[in-house]
């Protein structure tokens, strides 16, 4: 319970419980009460609550979140610039390279994917549009950190921790604070399994440009495809010159 005069508790709980459905993906009561340590009774007023609202979906005793959620994501994401923008350009990217391409951009310390597009025959890892990952863990995260100062890379590595996705994630901040040193001198970063193994991923930021602050573009894929020397010689250049259209549509929106 929080002592905080300004927070609402019971607003702090629906959002905990749409996250832990999500989690789950499809739960009943019992399995939500489990998850969160709840007592049915009290599980079963939320979930039902949120299906009378139309938040979430209950088909034969299982809950599911609805597409209402998607609705107000798409809005938000609308009426940012950077995907009006990008999108088009990020299409253009994958085709070129044949591998996932995507534009991410920080929230909150997190990595969200704000566009993703694959060409025929990419690797595909069931990432979903929208999804908040560690900056740590990724390329993109990692470009987005090296638009700021090692004081705010601290800030965000101590509110949310380094926890580990792979035997190859960075764990430690001066180790983390030493790649973002990189990132910033070379231009580019680039993800080798720390995140997911068998995929390696290069980003490039794109330069902050008010709501464009804390943004960058990636390619992915399997890390047999991703040598150092395609790396350099082609998609560095569809990357940079990907980014510097971006940021050149997104000043004259």
Request: net charge negative; proline share 3%; hydrophobic share 35%.
């Amino acid at each position: 319970m929080t002592d905080d005069p300004n927070r609402i508790q019971a607003v702090e709980n629906v959002f905990e419980i749409i996250e832990s459905v999500g989690e789950l993906e499809r739960c009943g009561v019992r399995e939500l009460a489990e998850h969160m340590d709840l007592p049915k009774s009290t599980a079963h007023v939320y979930l039902k609550t949120l299906e009378d609202i139309g938040y979430v979906i209950n088909r034969d005793g299982e809950y599911h979140l609805s597409l209402r959620f998607l609705n107000i994501g798409g809005r938000a994401r609308h009426n940012m610039s950077l995907y009006q923008e990008g999108r088009s350009e990020v299409d253009e990217l994958a085709q070129t390279t044949s591998e996932v391409a995507t534009i991410g951009y920080e929230e909150d310390g997190y990595r969200v994917m704000l566009y993703r597009t694959e060409p025929t025959g990419a690797v595909f890892n069931n990432a979903p549009t929208g999804e908040y990952t560690q900056m740590h863990w990724t390329a993109l995260g990692k470009a987005i950190l090296a638009q700021k100062s090692d004081a705010e890379v601290r800030a965000i590595a101590d509110r949310h921790g380094l926890p580990r996705a792979t035997e190859h994630t960075i764990v430690d901040q001066d180790e983390l604070l030493g790649e973002i040193e990189s990132v910033r001198s070379q231009g580019y970063a680039v993800e080798d399994e720390e995140r997911v193994k068998g995929v390696r991923s290069v980003a490039v930021p794109i330069e902050s440009n008010g709501e464009t602050a804390g943004a960058a573009i990636s390619v992915a894929g399997p890390k047999h495809e991703f040598d150092d020397d395609r790396i350099q010689e082609e998609f560095l250049p569809a990357l940079q010159n990907t980014a510097n259209v971006v940021e050149l549509k997104t000043k004259h929106y």
